[in-house]
Nanobody, 127 residues
Framework: QLPLVQSGGGLVQPGGSLTLSCAAS????????LTWFRQAPGGNREGISC??????HYEDSVKGRFTISRDNAKNTVFLQMNSLKPEDTAVYYC??????????????????????WGQGTQVTVSS
């Protein structure tokens, strides 16, 4: 069983919205930070947003359009994506970090430094 289970991806038209979820199984997300990554076709897996219990971060490409949130009681983190563009098309992954704030995200940690990963979900933005 995967430590993080994702849902909410799919096909949406430009300007539309989707909400992704990332639910922890077998451990508590409460003391972890969580980062959303995405990997476009032919591209690298890049972090776009992170949330801990004390700080929140967004890359410029998604700032103002995406909102990250968490519900520790549900052991789940969400990414609400609005005003979607074709350039947002990618496989989206969530990953948990042991740090109490978004240190890995801020410092550009290597992917293998994240102990828990979701399975990834496809988001396609197209007319």
């Amino acid at each position: 069983q995967l430590p993080l289970v994702q849902s909410g991806g799919g096909l949406v038209q430009p300007g539309g919205s989707l909400t992704l979820s990332c639910a922890a199984s077998g451990f508590s997300l409460g003391t972890y930070s969580l980062t959303w990554f995405r990997q476009a076709p032919g591209g690298n897996r890049e972090g776009i947003s992170c949330i801990s219990n004390s700080d929140t971060h967004y890359e410029d490409s998604v700032k103002g359009r995406f909102t990250i949130s968490r519900d520790n009681a549900k052991n789940t983190v969400f990414l609400q994506m609005n005003s979607l563009k074709p350039e947002d098309t990618a496989v989206y992954y969530c990953a948990a970090d042991r740090y109490s704030f978004c240190a890995g995200y801020i410092n550009g940690a290597h992917l293998y430094e994240y102990p828990y990963w979701g399975q990834g979900t496809q988001v396609t933005v197209s007319s």
